[in-house]
């Protein structure tokens, strides 16, 4: 169950924001507020509101056989305004060549549907099919708006494929889009070390010709650059050249291999960006682009610049 406090509530109101409903405990909280009398002249006379649906997420969402029970329950409330019907899909990324995952999106698809239908009846059937048309459904994420023609419905909700990253898939696939994200730093500090000396934490790396070349960049872990990555990763120069990882990723630092030619220098060295992006950095950690974009974007030390084209 969802509880919302008053001052939460409060705030919802004021600011006018549209909130997800799951269950009808969160009806009956609504309307406990606004029959208080400490509402202030800021408020509003409604709370507008999307209702979730669950059909096969298994999170947030109320259960298909009690939609219409609840959707009425919120028709017949004067302290709420529908905007919105919802639901979210756990494997639309999925493409065709994975039946059982493509079908039970599909399934989905036609359940939402179904539920849609039935929605609008219950307006036809009282004349009030104005207000229906009103009601925005949505339900296609990335994975369902590029996989999925019949998931579009009224609204999309693209999540990662806003940064450019979508998951595999032969829609996705086509549309070409471009990473919005890239992540650069500079080599701070250029080493030379004999044969057979250890690099960084555990001695996970020993250098393998004499005057061995290491260039130091600070970005680690408490970056987001995930210690995973150790021995197992590769930044790039501006010109495209690769030098991989060696040793352990630290917390503010990583250590890289460098030609013995390599000259110090302020060029850029991308972490993303050039001849990589989060897509195969995430294949290396058997995860997704998300979750690489989300630690590397939620770093206070790493400095963030918008550029609007």
Do not use: W
Not at 13 to 18: D, G, L, P, Q, T
Not at 161 to 171: D, H, L, T, V
Request: proline share 2%; with cysteine; glycine share 6%.
């Amino acid at each position: 169950q969802t509880y919302y406090s008053t001052k939460f509530l409060k705030f919802i109101s004021e600011n006018n924001i549209e909130i997800a409903i799951s269950e009808e405990k969160t009806i009956t909280k609504i309307e406990e507020f606004f029959t208080k009398k400490t509402i202030t002249h800021n408020t509003k006379n409604t709370i507008s509101i999307h209702l979730k649906i669950d059909l096969g997420m298994g999170r947030c969402g109320i259960l298909p056989e009690q939609t219409l029970d609840l959707f009425q329950r919120i028709q017949h409330s004067k302290y709420i305004k529908i905007k919105g019907v919802m639901m979210h899909f756990p494997v639309s990324d999925s493409d065709i060549s994975d039946t059982e995952n493509f079908e039970y999106t599909e399934k989905q698809i036609r359940q939402f549907s179904e539920i849609r239908e039935k929605i609008k009846s219950l307006y036809a059937s009282k004349n009030t099919l104005s207000e229906f048309n009103d009601i925005i459904f949505h339900a296609a994420n990335s994975g369902a708006s590029t996989e999925h023609a019949s998931a579009t419905f009224d609204m999309i909700r693209p999540g990662i494929a806003s940064y450019g990253y979508p998951e595999p898939g032969r829609g996705a696939e086509n549309l070409d889009l471009k990473q919005a994200v890239q992540i650069y730093t500079q080599f701070t500090l250029l080493k030379q070390f004999q044969k057979n000396v250890s690099i960084g934490y555990g001695r996970t790396y020993f250098t393998k010709t004499q005057n061995e070349k290491i260039g130091i960049i600070p970005v680690g872990y408490a970056d987001g650059l995930n210690r995973l990555l150790s021995n197992n990763f590769s930044v790039f120069s501006e010109k495209g050249e690769e030098y991989k990882c060696i040793g352990r990723i630290s917390m503010d630092q990583s250590t890289y291999l460098l030609p013995q030619n390599y000259e110090f220098s302020e060029d850029k060295i991308y972490i993303l960006g050039k001849k990589q992006n989060a897509r195969e950095i995430a294949k290396k950690l058997n995860t997704i682009s998300y979750e690489v974009l989300l630690n590397l974007g939620t770093s206070k030390r790493l400095k963030k610049v918008y550029i609007y084209k």
